[in-house]
């Protein structure tokens, strides 16, 4: 069997490895990976949708995952079905779920799953007037994908504005399609994910991220610091997860023609008065896919079949009996501009547990070619051990302006 992933940064070379260890996989191509997947798998470059299906077609490419936000948002799950090949991803129109916060709100709110109180306001003057009816702090979000990092938490009126500004440019120009004003949750973060056939679905092990740059959650939002799985404390919560949030998600997704075939990523506040909806992501996320995707048993491809032919609820998920924990090393500057071209320092053994997302190649090997560069995973029988490890992994890998949290894996703040 042949499998072609779509992305190029380290949740997709976690795909790739979770996919290699199928003893059905025959040959897993990355398209358009980055060369650190390249040391391991075969990368090719697809500019567009049609060279896609002629890849596959003329490659007899068994199943395609796609793994980032933009390319499901453009529509490469509908394109590729049609032509008739398995393809791991929703639909653009189920999808909306991430690509419009306005959509997944107003569909939260008519399903009445728990998220935050929010404000939909299309114009800068409707997003300043309506910071009146919110306390401080208070949460800014641009409607549109952001690549993880359309979110500002605003503790001041001064801020809350800016936030309001960059979305809407500085004369009132539309940016993006608008503004979601919520209220801000007060708890603590975790990421569950449902493997979903349209239908019925399979949850994962818990996840959590660590969005901000720096140290004690800091500085403002990236696309992912670090994370660990799982996340013990939050197995109580995850029936009622499974039954307030998953399953009327899915059914209202159904009942508007839009069946919610993929990975719905569910990312979760608990609060005092239990868990409720930050956000859906319509993906794997990154970096929590490199710590959730080692500890997984079960086949990746039955996993995979299942969704994309309506069987999941036949499956039984297995998983490791142990920790995993992820730290991203960045560019300093990120998610702000940085600069490029370090080579990237390490031995040619040390590949295990390395997941590459912003690198290139040169003459005399890898250099950094992004803001978050790579993410070392450590695997241990506890969080301690997970922890000591991905840390000692980290110590052995260098490149000039290298930046990461020393922190990962330390919260400790369950209610």
């Known amino acids: 069997m042949k499998i072609l992933i779509v992305g ?32 391991q798998y075969k990368c090719i470059s697809l500019p567009d949708h049609p060279s896609i299906l002629h890849f596959c077609k003329s490659e007899d490419i068994h199943m395609v995952f796609i793994g980032p936000e933009q390319a499901i948002a453009e529509g490469l799950s509908d394109y590729l079905e049609a032509a008739g090949l398995a393809v791991l991803a929703p639909s653009k129109q189920a999808a909306m779920l991430e690509t419009s916060k306005m959509f997944a709100k107003d569909l939260m709110n008519k399903a009445g799953i728990p998220t935050a109180k929010y404000f939909k306001a299309f114009t800068l ?61 007060s708890g603590w973060e975790v990421s569950l994910f449902a ?35 799982p996340v013990p404390e939050a197995e109580v919560y995850r029936k009622q997860i499974e039954d307030e949030i998953i399953r009327p998600v899915l059914k209202i997704m159904k009942s508007n023609g839009a069946p919610y075939k993929g990975i719905l990523y569910c990312g979760l506040m608990i609060t ?42 036949e499956m039984k998920l297995q998983f490791k009996k142990a ?12 998610p702000g501009s940085f600069e490029k071209g370090y080579p990237i320092l390490m031995s040619e053994l040390d590949k295990e547990g390395i997941y590459y997302s912003g690198v290139a190649a040169s003459e005399h090997g890898l250099v950094t070619a992004g803001g978050r560069v790579l993410c070392i995973v450590g695997i241990g029988d506890s969080l301690v051990s997970a922890r000591d490890k991905a840390y000692a992994h980290l110590k052995n890998i260098e490149f000039e302006n290298a930046c990461y949290r020393s922190d990962i894996g330390l919260r400790n703040n369950y209610l």
Do not use: W
């Open 195 to 229: 493997f979903c056939d349209g239908e019925e679905f399979q949850s994962t092990l818990f996840a959590q991220d660590h969005k901000q740059i720096y140290d004690n959650d800091k500085g403002p939002n990236t696309g992912g610091m670090g994370a660990f799985c």
């Open 272 to 313: 005092k008065e239990g868990p409720k909806v930050i956000e859906f992501n319509c993906r794997l996320g990154d970096p929590e896919a490199e710590v959730l995707l080692p500890l997984i048993e079960t086949d990746f491809v039955d996993v995979c079949t299942a969704m994309i032919y309506g069987n999941i609820s």
């Open 8 to 39: 190029g940064g380290g949740r997709e070379h976690a795909v790739a490895e979770c996919f290699a260890r199928s003893e059905q996989v025959t040959q897993v191509y990355v398209c358009p990976g980055n060369a650190g997947i390249a040391r």
């Open 125 to 185: 003057k409707e997003a300043f007037d309506a910071l009146s009816g919110f306390a401080l702090p208070v949460v800014i979000k641009a409607d549109g994908l952001a690549a993880g990092k359309g979110v500002t938490v605003a503790f001041s009126s001064s801020e809350a504005l800016a936030a309001i500004s960059d979305i809407f440019g500085s004369e009132g120009k539309l940016n993006n399609v608008g503004a979601v004003i919520e209220e801000y949750l």
């Open 323 to 334: 920790t995993a924990v992820g730290v991203v090393m960045a560019s300093k500057g990120y």
